[in-house]
C-alpha cells in the first residue's frame, strides 16, 4: 500500500501562488501515476491535473487550471508537485494527490486511483 502525504496548503490572496508537494512512500513510485485532486464544500471530487508514471512524463490538466497549473514529478526524491499559479477563488478547496498503478492510459477519474493523501487546504482570497 502507497502511503502519501501533502504539504503545502494555505491561505492566498487572488492572483497568488503555492505549490504543493506530496511524499510518497511503500511503494514503487516510478511505476505508479500521480493525479491531484481538489474538492470545494458542497462538489464532488475533481481531477485536476495527472501525470503519468515509468518515465512516460504524459500530463493532463482540467480545462479549468490549464495555463496556471503544473504538475511535476520528482522520481529521485518519490514526490510530485503542483505549481499553482494566478490563483482564484473558485481553487479553494481540499487538494489531494492521489497514486495509481500504471496502466492503459493516464487515469483522469477519482475511482481508478487507490492510494489518497490526507489532504491539504487551499484558501484563496478575493
Known amino acids: 500500500q502507497v502511503q502519501l502525504v501533502e504539504s503545502g496548503g494555505g491561505l492566498v490572496q487572488a492572483g497568488g501562488s503555492l505549490r504543493l508537494s506530496c511524499a510518497a512512500s511503500g511503494g514503487t513510485f516510478t511505476a505508479l501515476d500521480m493525479g491531484w485532486f481538489r474538492q470545494a464544500p458542497g462538489k464532488e471530487r475533481e481531477i485536476v491535473a495527472a501525470v503519468r508514471g515509468s518515465g512516460g512524463g504524459r500530463t493532463y490538466y482540467a480545462d479549468s487550471v490549464k495555463g496556471r497549473f503544473t504538475i511535476s514529478r520528482d522520481d529521485a526524491k518519490n514526490t510530485v508537485q503542483l505549481q499553482m499559479n494566478s490563483l482564484k477563488p473558485e481553487d479553494t478547496a481540499v487538494y489531494y494527490c492521489?497514486?495509481?498503478?500504471?496502466?492503459?492510459?493516464?487515469?483522469?477519474?477519482?475511482?481508478?486511483?487507490?492510494?489518497w493523501g490526507q489532504g491539504t487546504q487551499v484558501t484563496v482570497s478575493s
Open positions: 492521489a497514486a495509481a498503478r500504471g496502466g492503459i492510459g493516464l487515469p483522469i477519474a477519482a475511482p481508478q486511483y487507490r492510494s
